[in-house]
């Protein structure tokens, strides 16, 4: 493996069981994803886009084959370790942001960091700072309820930059949201690419979507076309 | 933030919900303390009994007198150590509410038998003097405000030979609880000799023997006795431990403690079901919520202790709010059912039995929802498929 490979995939194979019923999600999948990359997933529903995104992102593991982040054999991980190998490695951002009702943006932001060790000053500053990278550090006491679509995901993006993950994982960052408002979160997730040199894997139907990431991967069947 | 101040703001989610499930906690405790210190009230002289007394009275009832020639006749049985009597006088203070235990006594003979309770020397002796003299407890002291030498006039149930309803004593001794003792403080002692010789009928009579035995052990067998000596006689007697005695007495009232224990029983299976469905409602309109926590990485476990501290924060502020509240109702009655109930006070054991209740009434109603979510799995909660 490269040493600028952060993410390498072999042989991946994911089954379900529906009822009695096998249902092969992928197949044999071979995919490398370099550090500081910014992948767009596409392909058509049911073509296993968001299974490979469970898998990336530690919430499911596969049914055979080898997935290694960062050195880490994901795949041999047990589910308590994946846990714990999600809050360290890995930020989502999610179609529908996903926010707490309950807590105001800047606590939204904070709850991942409840799982860190940094003290109360530390995880401020953290806070500040991604509050400050998507521009939403005037909107700190606000709650969820009182943020418009698109700051709700700005929101969203800072509780996944926070705790400065190796992995974005975007699930229809912009699915919900109309179309200006989806290239300013286009724009943001490039910067924090370009900036912060993220390294990003999105899923999307949108192809204008993806044409803000570095380059983009089709996915049918459970398998990559070229 | 703190993982406390994340459990309390899921509390505030439903407001509403939250104050009405806290309510009816609270209720429940408010119940749960007032009938508690009913039920120790009326069991309060149970627990004063002494293992090595005996109490003998007439076998068709308490209210029947026995021959005072008894007393002398027990003291000859075999195993019996020492005897005295008392005899219930039933008179009230300026107004029929203001009732409270009156008992002519032999005042030696009952002090001694009641060792739980201090009387100072020089009053003893000052009583012992003084025929229309009476002791006190502090707690008569407290309810009436009554001092050494202060002249009390009651209005008997007895009347006297010379006429009148109205008994005359003076207050010549204040006695109070040994430390470390409990005892009833709200009685007033005076002479037998008196009361015998003043009242208009049932003179050579007296209410009940009180003896203490050599062997507690032998109890039994001194009572079967006692009451064997007077079969067949125009007062047959019943003898029983002090024990049995007081319980049979709280009995009167019927089994305050059966009928309290079903209600509460009643009142917190109800509550069970109550704030166990606000709990399984709160952790299902947030199945996504606990999904994309655990997805940033909270574990399962964390998940599961995060619900059960909800639950057990709900019920421990309903059940400490019920509590408290029980407490300054109790504190504001009490004064008012003293003659009736000199015992009821809240006592510590109802707090602390309500605050395990409290905790294992969270921990129930906690435990399905918060097992629930600890097993709940992201991909399905997420739609993630």
Not at chain 1, 7 to 20: P, S
Not at chain 1, 71 to 86: P, V, Y
Not at chain 1, 128 to 134: G, H, I, N, R
Not at chain 2, 42 to 60: P, Q
Request: glycine share 10%.
């Amino acid at each position: 493996m490269e040493a600028d490979v952060l993410v390498d995939l072999k042989q991946i194979e994911k089954t379900y069981f529906r009822g009695k019923e096998q249902v092969k999600v992928l197949s044999g999948l071979d995919m490398e994803i370099k550090r500081g990359d910014f992948l767009a997933l596409m392909g058509p529903s049911g073509s296993g886009k968001s299974t490979l995104l469970n898998l990336l992102g530690g919430l499911d593991s596969p049914t055979a084959g080898s997935l290694i982040i960062e050195g880490d054999h994901i795949e041999r991980m047990s589910r308590a370790q994946l846990t714990r190998w999600r809050a360290r490695h890995v930020g989502f951002i999610f179609q529908f942001y996903n926010l707490m009702p309950v807590l105001t943006t800047q606590r939204n932001v904070e709850l991942p960091l409840l799982l860190t060790k940094l003290s109360k000053k530390q995880r401020r500053q953290h806070v500040d700072t991604a509050l400050q990278l998507v521009g939403l550090q005037d909107r700190a006491g606000h709650y969820p309820s009182e943020l418009s679509g698109g700051q709700e995901q700005r929101v969203a993006i800072a509780r996944a930059i926070v705790s400065d993950p190796t992995l974005l994982l975007c699930d229809e960052p912009t699915g919900d949201l109309d179309r200006q408002t989806a290239d300013e979160i286009l724009q943001l997730l490039r910067q924090l690419n370009e900036q912060q040199n993220k390294t990003i894997i999105m899923v999307t139907h949108d192809p204008i979507a993806a044409e803000h990431a570095k380059r983009t991967l089709n996915l049918n069947k459970g398998a990559l076309q070229s | 933030m703190t993982y406390l101040y994340f459990i309390w703001r899921n509390l505030l989610r439903k407001k509403i919900r939250t104050l009405l499930t806290l309510l009816s906690i609270t209720v429940a405790f408010i119940l749960y303390a007032a009938l508690g210190t009913l039920n120790y009230a009326f069991n309060m002289g149970v627990d004063l009994a002494g293992a090595d007394r005996l109490i003998t009275i007439h076998k068709t009832s308490l209210i029947e007198q026995l021959p005072y020639s008894y007393v002398n006749k027990v003291k000859s049985v075999d195993g019996v150590a020492s005897v005295t009597h008392a005899s219930w006088f039933g008179a009230y203070y300026q107004d029929p509410k203001n009732q409270f235990p009156q008992f002519p006594v032999v005042a030696d003979e009952y002090f001694a038998m009641y060792d739980t309770v201090v009387l100072p020397q020089e009053q003893l002796q000052a009583w012992k003097q003084n025929r229309l003299g009476a002791v006190i407890g502090t707690g008569l002291v407290d309810m009436f405000g009554w001092k050494l030498g202060d002249r009390i006039p009651l209005q008997g149930l007895y009347g006297r030979k010379e006429g009148g309803r109205v008994w005359e004593f003076v207050i010549e001794g204040i006695y109070d609880v040994k430390e470390g003792e409990v005892a009833d403080t709200r009685t007033l002692f005076f002479h037998y000799d008196y009361f015998d010789e003043a009242r208009s009928f049932g003179n050579g009579t007296v209410g009940w023997l009180i003896l203490r035995v050599d062997d507690p052990a032998v109890a039994n067998q001194v009572a079967l006795e006692i009451d064997a000596l007077f079969a067949n006689s125009a007062a047959e007697t019943k003898t029983s431990t002090e024990k049995v005695f007081m319980e049979s007495f709280a009995k009167q009232f019927g089994d305050i403690g059966a009928i309290t224990g079903a209600i509460l029983a009643a009142v917190f299976f109800t509550m069970l079901l109550i704030a166990g469905n606000t709990m399984a409602q709160s952790v299902r309109e947030r199945i996504g919520e606990i999904a994309v926590m655990k997805t940033i990485g909270f574990s399962d476990l964390s998940v599961l202790l995060m619900v059960l501290a909800e639950s057990l924060a709900l019920a421990l502020c309903g059940g400490l709010i019920g509590l408290g509240l029980a407490w300054l109702f109790i504190g504001a009655v009490a004064g008012n059912l003293q003659a009736f109930l000199p015992g009821f006070a809240m006592p510590v054991g109802v707090v602390f039995s309500g605050l395990g209740l409290a905790l294992g009434l969270g921990v129930l109603t906690g435990m399905f929802p918060a097992w629930q979510g600890m097993r709940l799995s992201i991909i399905g909660a997420l739609g993630r498929r």
